[in-house]
Every structure is written in C-alpha cells, then in structure tokens.
Nanobody, 125 residues
C-alpha cells in the first residue's frame, strides 16, 4: 500500500534551518504531485508548498515564500522541504501528502489522498 514517511524534524533556534524528507513507497512516485502541510496545536492544517510531478513547478504559501524550498528526487521517491530563516511561528507538525492534481488552487487538504505520519518542527525564540 501507499506509504509516506517523513523525517528531519527537530528543535532549532529562530533563524536556523532544517531539511525535511518524505520517502514514498507503494506507488509510482513520479506520477504524482506532492505537497507539504503543517498543523500546530489548536489550528487547522495549512498548506505550505507543492511540487509538480517532474519537479519543474512549485507553489508556496505566502508565509513561507522565499524562506522554504520544496524539491524532489524521483529516482529516490523522496520529496524535500528545505526550511531557512525559521521563525517561532513555523513551529508545527509537518506532513507530506500525495495528490493527483497540481496548480495554485490545489492547496486544500481535501485535494490530497495519502498522508505521512508527520514530523515535529519546533523553533525556539
């Protein structure tokens, strides 16, 4: 079955960097666009970034644009999220997810069909 496994979360000081990874199995990775979402305690799960099947196109939430970079390696069935200049408000559980769709309007969690278990990112001030 389809599995998505995130890694790379942790505790970092404000201004620092982390790189999250999400490795997929159980499906043809290159046939799907991928996305990252995050959810903090008591808040809705929110869109962070998405990447097309080939990796040639990306979209970002305004709050992370110019600080985060999504990328993928189809040969390794892995999608990454490089997070720089981290802020305390970036603290959340980060999830990767799979979607059959891609575009600037594909930002709702209902557009994504499989999810990882999440990895915690904590940014201290």
């Amino acid at each position: 079955q389809v599995q998505l496994v995130e890694s790379g979360g942790g505790l970092v000081q404000a201004g620092g960097s982390l790189r999250l990874s999400c490795t997929a199995s159980g499906h043809t990775f290159g046939n799907y666009a991928m996305g990252w979402f995050r959810q903090d305690v008591g808040r809705e799960r929110e869109f962070v970034a998405s990447i097309s099947k080939s990796g040639g196109s990306t979209y970002y939430a305004t709050s992370v644009k110019d600080r985060f970079t999504i990328s993928r390696d189809n040969a390794k069935s892995t999608v990454y999220l490089q997070m720089n200049s981290l802020k305390p408000e970036d603290t959340a559980v980060y999830y990767c997810a799979r979607t059959r769709f891609f575009g600037g309007t594909i930002t709702r969690k209902e557009h994504f069909d499989y999810w990882g278990q999440g990895t915690q990112v904590t940014v201290s001030s």
